[in-house]
């Protein structure tokens, strides 16, 4: 069974800094997708990014990019030019590409970003 | 914005009530997932239907069921609700990555916040 581990708990950053968010996973499949998804405070929870893991290219959606390690098993989630709009829940994901394509996910890490 | 609703958002009911959350999308997605959250917690699957009249349970027990007559349409009952079920029911639905076009992506409700006293 796939594993997907997020260690800091929160985090909090100044506006307009960077930040990165740190997840792990363990699998044993050779392709399989992830995603960071963000949930704002009584809102929506939407996907910020995704990844293929057969694509050695990070993906990047304009202040949000990846740093995608396959041979770690890390994914880790980099947010330039931070807004307060960012603050939010983050949770990373894995779907293995065989299977029931049941997504697992992290235990989220709670961002704030500060004024 | 996805094309995926639920309601009702918020509901106070007493013990012992029978609820239905109901959750639709309009995307045509074969997969739909029912996922329990205390707030700023993790997610727990507790329910998915890969189509039509099909229906499993998740990885966290849930004394909830769900139905799926009709593509758009997943439903979850409590018959008898009790204060352990308080908490936000998030509803998502995906595209099969089996059918081509799928991306993984789930599509979140906004969710329905369950009290019940």
């Known amino acids: 069974a796939q594993t997907v581990t997020q260690s800091q708990p929160e985090m909090s950053v100044q506006e307009a800094e960077t930040v990165t968010l740190s997840c792990t996973y363990d699998?044993?499949?050779?392709?399989?997708?992830l995603f960071w998804y963000k949930q704002p405070p009584s809102r929506q929870m939407i996907l910020v990014i995704r990844?293929?893991?057969?694509?050695?290219q990070n993906a990047t959606e304009n202040r949000f990019s990846v740093n995608f390690q396959k041979a770690a098993k890390s994914f880790s989630l980099k947010i330039s030019d931070s807004q307060l709009g960012d603050t939010a829940m983050y949770f990373c994901a894995f779907l293995g590409h065989f299977g029931n394509e049941k997504l697992t996910f992290g235990t989220g890490t709670r961002l704030t970003i500060i004024p | 914005e996805a094309d995926i609703y639920q309601t009702p958002r918020y509901l106070v009911i007493g013990t012992g009530k029978k609820i239905t959350l109901e959750c639709s999308q309009t995307?045509?997605?074969?997969?739909m997932y029912w996922y329990q959250q205390d707030p700023g917690m993790e997610l727990h699957l507790i329910h998915y239907?890969?189509?039509?009249?099909?229906?499993e349970k998740g990885d966290l027990s849930s004394e909830s069921t769900v139905s799926r007559i009709r593509t758009e349409h997943f439903p979850l009952t409590l018959e008898s609700a009790r204060p352990s079920h308080t908490s936000q029911y998030l509803c998502a639905s995906s595209e099969s990555l089996g059918a081509g076009v799928g991306t993984g992506e789930l599509f979140f409700g906004e969710g329905s916040r369950l009290t019940v006293l």
């Open positions: 239907s890969y189509g039509v009249n099909s229906t």
């Open positions: 990844q293929e893991a057969y694509k050695q």
């Open positions: 995307m045509g997605h074969d997969k």
């Open positions: 699998t044993s499949e050779n392709n399989y997708y």
